[in-house]
């Protein structure tokens, strides 16, 4: 076909494509190549038709795929020839806000170099404009009320644009061509600065500047942010890390810091390459990197803790906090301990209260919350932790034979610790930000809230519900609370599916689940899980020696409980963790089988590892004892004995190795590095009587970058093809995708 002659197609495009400045690229590039036609967002992406001479087309196709704007995703590009319809111009066509829609929410994205310059350019009209973005950067997600993502549907419709802005939203040549955030002091929102009982000190830039004094002064300031209140202090100060610590009742829990700047970051971490690309990303994760001895930041921020979790600044309101503070600051979650992190700032007053001096807040909506991610590089690769701002929501594509049937759904309400929901559609998958533990009112609130907002988005009704298969978690009780099918999924199984999906591969596989907890199948309390997994089931192949947990959950809390239970289960009698009264209770306890439940926990086996090595004292947030115990671990070969009898994974001969070792006065950190290699070796062997090439490692326990990575190491040594979590976290925050996973395995749902 000669390249002059004249012809018309279609392209279907699917994946990350709204919220990212799609349209306006495809606009730019269909102008400069004198195409005419349309691009609009439909329910699942874009469609673009466009006409020309067939070289000016081809030209368009190829520099389309390779110059596609920097945030967008594109899973599929699907092309149709049209006949002519003679068109003469190219048009953004507004979308058809009625229709149902299938596309991925953007997620929210930090502010790009191109807005920063801007903003600190006095000669700018948005110079140090705290809320300036463009088609590439700033809030999605979490300002957003419906799909398609357009201005109207989202929290920024209240602002009408002023002439100029609105100028930059149609001029094709604009960075801010159909920008739907875009705003500007004069038509945009604004700061403001209110004492704790909701007066105004100051507004504009004044607020900032006001807000900056007090936190120099020591003072604890509540941020609005993106997904919600930060809770801000001087990481240089001592005396305003321990307030805050006191106040927000977290003894030792880490804080996270923010930084003005990588450099910043470099004096304070140990930063690897993928480290730094991770801090830097439009996604702005907290990073857990290797602290410096000469860090200068005080010890308070993360006691007894050889990593710090930091970020850069997300938005444009935080640069220009950091730029005029020249420490770093701790920016945590703004939430009472075991609430959900608050995003209104009327909400912000009454549960801050006593926590925060001051309030920075400003009156830009916050639709969703959304937690900072954290993001943690092992064996070379990204791991996300908890999945917040910048990530979430995820989707994934399912394939045909994982897919729900067309025009049915599927709803997972996850666990109870660190609960997210996801949400399958057709072939798409959904999972939410993270939530937080269930343990309040306030958490199911939201719990319930996410499920209906995110049912509303897509305008779906899910036909089935997954839940955990515990009986008493209160999103089993939300979900046994509807009249919809419900289907209980076991939750080790749920965290083996999660890494099947995470990773894009099939079964057979041998998985490797530890956790803390999880509702077992005989109804006791798993954890050290060994699980082989087919197509359509699974089979507990091994599992960890059960041992009693004086206590019940208490002793999640109490890891001298986990040893005192451990060593009753080898025939060990007393522990001086506990004085002699509280042993003979405790023996008392055991002996009649109160609430003394068994456990097969990998968790409860760290935490009593760390007890016996004098390592923790109480977990004060969950994981405590087991992090103490990977940070005193130090260089060692040698590993301590184990058998395998039967089905189960008999710790006694490693307990009787640990005990010798403390009688002899070893080294914690060679006890400590003894039993990570115990537990290696402990995943190689077992893979080698299972027979199956692919290994997965998911659960809470491999968190743990130690484990993981010796685990990893060990098993490619032994000619095993090991997996572990990239996207989904492989802590319970992932739970809700196995769900999903498992309950569309279930035959008579979906297809026809
Ligand atoms: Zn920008
Ligand atoms: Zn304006
Ligand atoms: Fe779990």
Redesign the pocket.
Known sequence: MPYKERVRRQYTINGVVQGVGYRPFVFRLATELALSGWVRNNPSGVVIEVEGSLLNIENFENCHLHNIPPNAMVDLFKVKELPLQNDHAFKIIESDPKTASLVSIPPDRA??F??LIEMNDPANRRFRYPF???????PRFTIITGLPYDRPQTTMAQFELCNTCGDEYKDPLD?RFHAQTLACAECGPHLELWDCKKRLLASHDDALKQAVEAVKKGGILALKGLGGFHLIADASNEKAVETLRQRKHRPRKPFALMMVSLEEAINHCEISEPEAVLLQSPQAPIVLMHKKNNSGLTEAVAPGNPYLGVMLPCTPLHHLLLQELTTPIIATSGNRSNEPICIDEHEALECLFGIADVFLVHNRPIKHRADDSIVRVMSGANSILRCGRGYAPLSFSLNQEQAVGSRKSALAVGGHLKNTVALAIENKLILSPYIGDLNSVQACDVHEGLINNLSDFYKVKPDIIARDKHPDYASTRFAELTDKTIIPVQHHYAHALSCLLDNTIEPPALAVVWDGNGYGDDGTVWGGEFLSISKDRYERVFSLRPFPMPGGDAAAKNPALAAFGLLHEAGIQGYSGFSHEEQTLLQQALKKNINCPLTSSMGRLFDAVASLAGLTEENSFEGEAAMALEFAAGQTAESYPFELVERIVDWAPMLHGILWDLDNNTATSIIAGKFHNTLAAIIVSIAERAGQQQVLLTGGCFQNKLLLESAVEKLIAAGFEPFWHHRIPTNDGGIAVGQIMAALKVKQFGKQ
């Open positions: 502010v790009c191109e807005c300036i973005n463009c088609s590439h950067c700033g960075r």
